[in-house]
């Protein structure tokens, strides 16, 4: 049963599906709403809502306060997954205030991308604009030097719209606050690497693709290499874990 409701597997969360694939997709992170004052930003897009993202390469994103206060957000990188999902991380141009509210805002957004610009609130049960509220703190979590990620298994489960393809990996020793894993995955053949910015689910960490979309796909007999760099959303980051090697799944 759980294979079934889990159709669709996203990078930075499982999320459930319907029996199609929409067309599009936006996604914000942090997910969690508390933050601190110097946090990065993650936006993502899948399919036809890649272009928006690649739009950030030459049009400004910013946080608005409740007082109309813009902050303008840097950008620092934008990772292009193997199957159809893009990201653009993010940095603040300088620190954000403490106590306050900051709403996401694009420059000469269109209806659509306003349209996408929500985030279904599971307390209220109702979409809403999206938003962080800041702490007044520096930085919100530490990470364990102990934090270790351990090679589980590979699996492929088949569905009617194409197969999930994972090599997943237990996450150890995490703090509670929402933490990304910059992964880096080299197929060995071809010596090509692909970087995506992950999210752990259940403290596992699953590297591929989803039904319909993912950062990272395989080669039917190709050999592989990951690792990670474990980091909190204020962008501290631990050294990245050794070389862990795998068949495609």
């Not at 694009?106 to 809403?128: F, G, H, I, P, S």
């Amino acid at each position: 049963m759980k294979k079934l409701v889990l159709l669709f597997i996203f990078t930075f969360g499982v999320k459930s599906a319907f029996a199609d694939c929409s067309s599009s997709g936006m996604y914000f992170f942090p997910e969690q709403k508390n933050i601190s004052l110097n946090p990065m930003f993650i936006i993502e897009g899948y399919y036809f809502s890649q272009k928006t993202v690649n739009s950030f390469k030459e049009r400004s994103v910013y946080l608005e306060s409740e007082n109309g206060e813009l902050i303008e957000l840097n950008l620092q990188d934008i990772l292009k997954g193997q199957m159809h999902l893009t990201q653009a991380i993010f940095c603040t141009s300088s620190p954000l205030k403490p106590n306050t509210t900051y709403v996401l805002k694009y420059a000469n957004q269109t209806n659509a991308e306003l349209a996408e610009m929500v985030r279904y609130n599971r307390e209220k049960k109702k979409r809403e604009k999206i938003y962080w509220t800041t702490s007044d703190k520096e930085s919100l979590a530490e990470l364990n030097s102990d934090l270790t990620v351990e090679f589980k298994k590979t699996e492929t489960v088949f569905y009617g719209c194409g197969p999930a393809s994972y090599a997943i990996f237990n996450v150890k020793h995490i703090p509670d606050d929402e933490l990304w894993f910059k992964t880096e995955v080299v197929e060995l053949s071809s010596n090509k690497k692909t970087t995506y910015y992950l999210r752990m689910w259940n403290e596992k960490l699953s590297v591929g693709h989803g039904m319909c979309s993912g950062a990272f796909t395989f080669n039917k007999n190709g050999k592989y290499k990951v690792r990670f760099i474990p980091m909190t959303i204020d962008g501290k980051a631990l050294s990245p874990t050794r070389w862990k090697t795998f068949d495609s799944p």
